[in-house]
């Protein structure tokens, strides 16, 4: 996706130079939140503001809550039918070997040296014993810190604040967002506790949307009960059908608690922190980048999310019916996405492989 983003911004309408992009790309990598909706914003804050970085970063969302409102509602009233319940089996398999696989990826990109396998099985153990993945992740920032080198010194550089915008319409977003959660406090205390969790949740993915499903899972299924562990398997497997990230399984998750209003709700709420960490770090992102121990802690962190995928995919697959169809479905895409096929065609292949196999 930001390949394409890329290819309209820099090549198509010139909003921003390929410099700009780059740098656009390297920020979202390192804050909370789902990279490429966060590239969406970024592009349009450059280009027009505040408002442009509103208007990219809704309309980057906006197709795929959409059809997440549609599939919550179509899996409310159906999930049940038998045709159903044999696809929704067989994606179950085919979102252990896609969060597997998101695994692989974290781990090939991060774990350069012995210092992150380290982070990454001390996360794993950690998680798995129960530990909450907030824990988890200030230990790992602690630890990239102590273990890992500086790469980058301040010394003899001189950061930029860019003139993005007026710091006080971002500062009356934020006191909107306040109000907005103190009216769902007083209004329903049940779809408040949603926003907050979702807040909390988007708020420590580092790394991307799927750092999002660790969190996730020990949130709704393992802490809360809201939902058991095949039910967000079912929403994540239907997230993966839609062109957006994999935190719009919060969709999904909120449709299913609160109903329509619930979804509304909820994807605002875990999409709502990305959008206001990128644009009020990106004026500030010369000075960021030039932190050594910034960059130290974001290290450890992404190590651990490695851990954490690792932790969460065991416990999806123990989630999972297994029989030799399952399992040959699991391994096919595995064996797919690391050949990088288009993950849409995966799930649509593997859910009519699923269908065809239970008539």
Not at 4 to 27: C, H, N, P, T
Not at 157 to 166: A, I, M
Not at 253 to 266: E, S, T
């Amino acid at each position: 996706m930001i390949a394409y983003i890329r290819k309209m911004a820099v090549e198509e309408k010139q909003w921003l130079d390929d410099a700009s992009f780059r740098d656009g790309i390297a920020l979202c990598q390192v804050i909370p939140g789902a990279t490429a909706m966060q590239t969406a914003a970024y592009v349009g804050l450059r280009a027009r503001g505040l408002l442009g970085a509103a208007a990219s970063f809704a309309g980057f969302g906006l197709p795929a809550f959409m059809m997440m409102m549609v599939l919550s509602s179509l899996y409310v009233r159906g999930h049940a039918l038998p045709m159903v319940v044999s696809a929704l089996a067989g994606l179950g398999a085919i979102v252990v070997a896609i969060v597997a696989n998101a695994a692989v990826t974290f781990g090939t990109k991060t774990l350069v040296n012995w210092r992150g396998p380290v982070i990454a099985l001390a996360a794993a153990v950690l998680f798995g014993l129960g530990v909450s993945p907030l824990a988890v992740i200030l230990l790992a920032a602690v630890m990239g810190l102590a273990l890992f080198q500086a790469r980058l010194s301040s010394a003899g550089s001189t950061p930029v604040v860019h003139k993005l915008y007026s710091t006080r319409a971002l500062a009356v977003l934020l006191a909107l967002t306040v109000v907005v959660l103190s009216l769902l406090f007083t209004v329903d205390l049940r779809l408040f506790k949603l926003a907050v969790l979702m807040f909390r949740i988007d708020l420590l993915a580092f790394g991307g949307g799927f750092a999002s499903v660790p969190i996730m899972f020990h949130e709704i299924v393992d802490v809360r009960r809201w939902l058991d562990g095949p039910t967000l398997l079912n929403g994540i497997a239907l997230g993966q059908i839609t062109p957006g990230p994999i935190v719009i399984t919060a969709t999904f998750i909120g449709y299913l608690l609160c109903g329509p209003l619930g979804g509304i709700v909820a994807t605002i709420s875990v999409f709502l922190p990305s959008f206001l960490v990128v644009v009020g770090v990106a004026p500030y992102y010369d000075r960021l980048r030039t932190s050594s121990h910034f960059h130290k802690a974001i290290e450890g962190i992404l190590c651990a999310f490695v851990g954490l995928l690792l932790s969460v995919t065991v416990r999806f697959a123990m989630n999972v019916s297994w029989d030799l169809t399952r399992i040959l479905l699991a391994v096919v895409t595995f064996v797919a996405l690391r050949l990088n096929v288009n993950i849409l065609w995966v799930v649509l292949i593997g859910t009519i492989v699923s269908v065809l196999i239970s008539i």
